[in-house]
């Protein structure tokens, strides 16, 4: 057993208002550059919908991800070796401009200098890469809010499996449509198909908190890692020629902030904590035969840290006690593996993605309510789950590969909660039998609903630093990070200044108040 730390996410669908308030702030702190005007590290998508890039989830098309062979092995989709090395100059599988999009600009100038005229002016749209004239056609979030799903819904790669396997049509009518929001960021796996697929070895994954990242002195730009992967969250910076992607805040995560797309996240969905797992059997469970068993395959290479053998297995691996602490602390491996509520997105691309989903409950309760019986009752919920307007089948080809059982024991856990819990804010004898059905004690059932309803921050985010002795200094790193100054990563500069009226996000810490963005009132007032 070899004992590895990794910092990981969950993050609660039911609470998700698409306000995409994580992505703009994501987009300030880490791709506001030429060269990556297109590049969204943290997106909101609607779901349905075709995602962004367009339709990446089509691995028949990209060639994303890993596939297993007749022998038991893994490899990557996209070739072994000797298939990459002769599409090294002419990749067939990369996504176009197109099909992320064009980004674009106004010409607001136009508005402020136009002359006096009968002619109303306009801004006209152009483009921010070319700066010339352009009609916009698609964005990050053209489905938002199901906008046009009439139109392009059909093409959502999930749903045309499900037409097409299934037979589970999907309505786009407004009386019978769903929708909810899914925000995506590199998921950090544990088998990284972008490190394998890396010719320069400049993708790396660290081994003291498992976090992805592009080395800008060793990237070649080959773009073999856009390709490699599936979810498509490595972009390609067309001005210095490297890769960029997520890099989970590393410089605020080692002065033990939380990332930025959390810190600012307005429905507080976001939990981060350590997970402690077996490096020696990772690709052991990322090869299992069946698609169906890689969700608890990976479930089972998460090592208990309150197991004393594991503690001390993890000591001699040299992982600092804080870690190991904090990994008991951990939000994230409670959500996953003691209340088994969250999900992997797309297992069956195996590259055991530590990302994970709690699947949204509501509006079931008002669903059972509008047809006269109790919508609180906890088995008119149960009842209710498979008639959901979101068809448990669509969240299980997006979080177990196709296994409805996983989604719909972890629907049942949040319904059971909220009957359960219901009983008691109202002064009444709670149902124990509810308890039972769902595998969880009273004691389980509080706890889950805290961590749920009413954990504070640092019950959310439960991030050690990089060292204690080191955590006062790596604060420093937040504000020397090359990625959020003009000429790309690697090309130094200053870092943004409030005297220059710009608010440095990377090294805002809960509690604080910029004045570039909080401006001071004067004079008393």
Known sequence: MRVLAQLAMVMNLDKCIGCHTCSVTCKQAWTNRAGTEYAWFNNVETRPGQGYPRRYEDQDRWQGGWERTKSGRLRLRAGGRFKRLASVFANPHLPEISDYYEPWTYEYATLIEAPLGDDVPTAAPKSAVTGKPMQPGWGPNWDDDLGGSTEHGTADPIAEKLR?????????????????????????????????????????????????????????????????????????????????????????????????????????????????????????????????????????IMLDPHDPAVVKAAERAGIPHDWITAAQRSPVYALIHDYRLALPLHPEYRTLPMVWYIPPLSPVTEAVSETGFDGEEAGNLFGAIDALRIPVEYLAELFTAGDPGPVRDALRRLAAMRSYMRAVNLGREPDDSVLDTVGLTGEQMFAMHRLLALAKYDERYVIPTAGIGQAHDLESIATECSLDVDGGPGMGGPAPSPEDGQVDLLSWRAGTRPDSLFPSLRGGR
Request: proline content about 5%; overall charge negative.
């Open 164 to 300: 097409d396997q299934l037979g589970v049509e999907i309505k786009y009518e407004f009386e019978q449509t769903f929708m909810f929001y899914l925000p995506r960021i590199c998921e950090h796996c544990l088998n990284p198909a972008c490190v394998a697929s890396c010719p320069s070895g400049a993708m790396y994954k660290r081994e003291e908190d498992g976090i992805v990242l592009v080395d800008q002195d060793q990237c070649r730009g080959w773009r073999m890692c856009v390709t490699g992967c599936p979810y498509k969250k490595v972009y390609f910076n067309h001005k210095t020629g490297k890769a960029e992607k997520c890099t989970f805040c590393y410089p605020r995560v080692e002065a033990g902030q939380p990332t930025v797309c959390s810190e600012t996240c307005v429905g507080r969905l976001r939990y981060l904590g350590v997970v402690l797992y077996d490096a020696d059997r990772v690709s052991e469970a990322a090869a299992v035969e069946h698609e169906h068993d890689l969700y608890p395959a990976q479930l089972d």
